[in-house]
């Protein structure tokens, strides 16, 4: 099986059966380089979370980060003094785990809205931000079984938040300036001390969240497959 063929067969079924091997050839003239690796993954990713019809799990995604780090917010609000740093709630830290576990495939989704020409601040963002919620999800869960806490978590999230900000700059560039402001300000309100950082962050994702469900609602039924991005 050649990288080509691989790369190919991370599209739907569908998608193979139309495109799969008028791409393989083109694949297998031009070759592969890191920019095209990285074009086809997201066209996957596109291809698996967009058909035809559009799908509602980046909607949902959206939605539930932004449900369940409101509810984290409210926990915080309601306690009598600031909680330790770095900023989570014991007893609630489940929701703060759930926000985060909803939040990748949200950014994913974020990402995808770039198109085609996503950039390198996109690409940036993207890789940055996966790994960094990732790590962030693994650290809280660590905490939440009492192995460890603060330093590490802290430096997970951090990350999750440089790449948040550079996916909210590149969607500005790409004339979402609304949803790449909320976008970037869930990035700056990520690193503000926490009574202040986690009403704000919960609030920028909800309209974030707003924005998402508005261009479910308005997009347009795709009339075939995803195109290659490139």
């Known amino acids: 099986m050649t990288a080509a063929t691989r790369y190919v067969g991370l599209y739907p079924r569908a998608w193979r059966d139309r495109y799969g091997d008028e791409l393989e050839a083109v694949l297998e003239q031009d070759g592969l380089g890191l920019k095209t690796r990285l074009d086809l993954v997201r066209g996957a990713v596109d291809a698996h979370l967009h058909p035809a019809a559009p799908s509602p799990l980046p909607v949902i ?9 409101v509810a984290h917010a409210l926990a915080i609000a309601a306690q009598p003094v600031p909680t330790d740093w770095p900023g989570y709630l014991d007893e609630a830290l489940p929701l703060v785990v759930a926000s985060v576990l909803a939040l990748i495939p949200a950014v994913i989704g974020l990402w995808l809205k770039l198109g085609d020409r996503d950039g390198w601040m996109g690409r940036l ?3 940055v931000g996966t790994v960094g919620y990732g790590a962030w999800l693994l650290a809280l869960i660590a905490a939440a079984a009492r192995l460890t806490y603060g330093p590490l978590t802290a430096a997970a999230a951090t990350l999750a938040m440089l790449g948040t900000a550079a996916l909210g700059v590149a969607l500005v560039g790409r004339s979402r300036v609304v949803l790449g402001a909320l976008v970037a300000a869930a990035a700056l309100a990520g690193l503000a001390p926490p009574a202040l950082g986690w009403p704000a962050f919960a609030a920028a994702w909800t309209g974030v969240a707003v924005v998402v469900v508005a261009d479910f609602v308005n997009a347009p039924e795709r009339p075939g497959g995803t195109r290659l991005a490139g």
């Open 61 to 69: 995604a959206a939605l539930s980060a932004s449900a369940f780090a």
């Open 125 to 127: 963002g993207i890789i």
